[in-house]
């Protein structure tokens, strides 16, 4: 009597250990499909994130070569002077902001917003297009390129060197 | 009877893990060529605007500066890690009345997955530099 009872716990407890090892099996393989087709976006991201970094380089140096339409003066030369307080401006505030607007409007990412800000001491220049997209939130991913530009004032006496701290964001807007 | 359907339960799935591994692997292939042809897109552009289509002042080649003369140059075919690929290119400026130039090179087969890249740049044209846009395809021989 007490070996039949025995056999039958043993069959039984073999039959719990079946139905939790295919139990076990099963969410293993639920796990592995999950995890093997979680990451397989990661290296397309990375590769786009890597383009979107390009262009904000491209877009910075764009802006540091380019003429203001018909003056000798880049786009981001003839900020710095304004923001440097230069005298008398070469190309005037109101007029070059409109042209900034435009040459960034042409020029980002569509679905991008720009940031552009030049500070020197306590004097900035900061312009966002579109206008009306703001100053990216801290948790938006940005791509920053940030650099320095260098003027040479002529001054009575001698030539004097300042310079304007430049960064150029991109951020996903729409 | 039970014992068969534990067994063939248990066959049933290592099939299941087995194909899940085999489409993973497929599709994480594909993912990996498509990674590449983005950044192979990203090479071409960037070689293309420092070095094949700078504009050169007497013997110093300005980057980020394009010359639009030279793209009569260009044999539209690069090779990056041992794949060959094929590149067109166009150019665009002047917002206001915007001018097209191009597109250069052969047109993207059909059916081949392409990467379209467009950037930033400055043009040189007649002793002035303007601000353009780049559009570079990319895709592989």
Redesign the interface.
């Given at each position: 009597m007490a070996r039949l009872t025995e056999c039958k716990l043993f069959r039984e407890g073999g039959?719990v250990s079946?139905i939790l090892s295919?139990a076990f099996?099963?969410l293993?393989?639920v796990l592995?499909?999950v995890l093997?087709?979680s990451y397989?976006?990661d290296?397309?991201n990375?590769?786009?994130n890597?383009?979107l970094q390009?262009?904000t380089e491209?877009?910075y140096?764009?802006?540091e070569?380019?003429?203001v339409d018909d003056y000798t003066l880049?786009y981001l030369d003839a900020i710095a002077e304004n923001v440097l307080g230069i005298a008398p401006q070469v190309v005037p505030g109101d007029y070059l902001r409109s042209r900034v607007d435009?040459?960034l409007?042409?020029?980002r990412?569509p679905g991008y917003a720009v940031v552009l800000e030049l500070t020197h001491e306590n004097s900035s220049w900061v312009q966002v297009c579109p206008s009306d997209a703001g100053t990216p939130a801290p948790d938006v991913e940005k791509f920053i390129f940030s650099g320095k530009v260098t003027i040479i004032i002529a001054e009575a006496g001698e030539n004097r060197v300042a310079q304007a701290d430049a960064s150029l964001t991109i951020f996903n807007w729409r | 009877m039970v014992r068969i359907f534990k067994s063939v339960l248990a066959v049933l799935l290592a099939i299941v893990f087995i194909a899940l591994l085999v489409s993973a692997y497929s599709q994480y292939q594909s993912v990996l060529l498509t990674a590449g042809l983005i950044d192979a897109a990203s090479t071409i552009t960037n070689d293309l605007v420092l070095n094949r289509l700078a504009h050169v002042e007497g013997f110093h080649a300005r980057e980020y500066v394009l010359d639009v003369e030279r793209i009569s140059s260009l044999d539209f075919k690069e090779e990056l890690g041992g794949d060959n690929f094929f590149f067109q290119i166009k150019l665009s400026y002047n917002p206001g009345a915007e001018m097209v130039l191009g597109p250069y090179g052969p047109s993207p087969p059909e059916g081949k997955p392409v990467s379209a890249l467009s950037v930033p740049v400055s043009l040189y044209q007649n002793g002035r530099l303007t601000y353009a846009k780049l559009e570079v395809k990319v895709w592989r021989a």
């Open positions: 039959g079946d295919i099996m099963f293993i393989v592995a499909g093997l087709h397989r976006y290296a397309i990375s590769a786009a890597r383009q390009l262009k491209y877009l140096r764009t802006l070569l380019s003429h880049s435009n040459a409007f042409y020029l990412p | -």
